[in-house]
């Protein structure tokens, strides 16, 4: 098992350029979970998708959109991008049987120039 | 709004130090405490967690004491060793489909050899 799957690693863009970060999970689990994390501020919530077919806002949801595409992928949209954007990016998910674990991917690092 | 404060942001320890972080929190309807460690270039990972049900909980070297009235957990490292050299994050969570989890800034732990 992969486990919790990013693409891509890293990202270079410009202010006003858009991307997508990719996320997959091979677990079979039902939730899952956008995070971004900046120094000295921890790990904050974007977007989450309870399950297949849901999705909802975070703490930080703004400038950002999500697609939960099946059971396996949740996907993370910038549609303009900004400096502000720059972070270290992770998506996790946990079972429905036990929401209380999550389990993280590797992270993507975005700079947004 | 940081609804879950966390201290020290670093940490520097002997080998065989007990290094302790600490968390406060403000929502009374948090019932879910994991800590998560992440080294550099990593994921997070889920390194123990409580439930406010106890005031205690141990797993090998890692040991959270929980206080309820005071809203307060903390993360003990038995016996720390320099493998052991990462940044934690405490968090919090409230029971739902999917756990929204609110981390703390993190802490910086070195363990010198």
């Known amino acids: 098992n992969a486990g919790v799957t990013q693409t891509p690693k890293f990202q270079v863009l410009k202010t006003g350029q858009s991307m997508t970060l990719q996320c997959a999970q091979d677990?079979?689990?039902?939730?899952m979970y956008w995070y971004r994390q900046d120094p000295g501020m921890g790990l904050r919530l974007i977007y989450y998708s309870a399950s297949e077919g849901t999705t909802d806002k975070g703490e930080v949801p703004n400038g950002y959109n999500v697609s939960r595409l099946n059971k396996r992928e949740f996907s993370l949209r910038l549609e303009s991008a900004a400096p502000s954007q720059t972070s270290v990016y992770f998506c996790?998910?946990?079972?429905?049987?036990?929401?209380?674990?999550?389990?993280f991917g590797p992270g993507t690092r975005l700079t947004v120039l | 709004q940081q609804q879950v404060k966390q201290s020290p942001q670093s940490l520097i320890v002997q080998k065989g130090g007990i290094p302790i972080i600490n968390c406060a929190y403000e929502?009374?309807?948090?019932?879910?405490f994991p800590w998560y460690q992440q080294f550099p270039g990593k994921g997070p990972a889920l390194l123990i967690a409580i439930r406010p049900d106890v005031s205690e909980k141990k797993e090998g070297r890692f040991t959270i004491s929980f206080n309820k009235s005071a809203k307060q957990f903390s993360l003990h490292i038995m016996d720390s060793q320099p493998g052991d050299s990462a940044t934690y994050f405490c968090a919090a969570s409230r029971t739902g489909s999917a756990r929204q989890l609110t981390f703390g800034s993190g802490t910086q732990l070195t363990v010198l050899p």
């Open positions: 996790a998910s946990s079972d429905v049987w036990n929401t209380d674990t999550q389990y």
């Open positions: 929502n009374t309807a948090f019932d879910y």
């Open positions: 677990m079979n689990h039902n939730s």
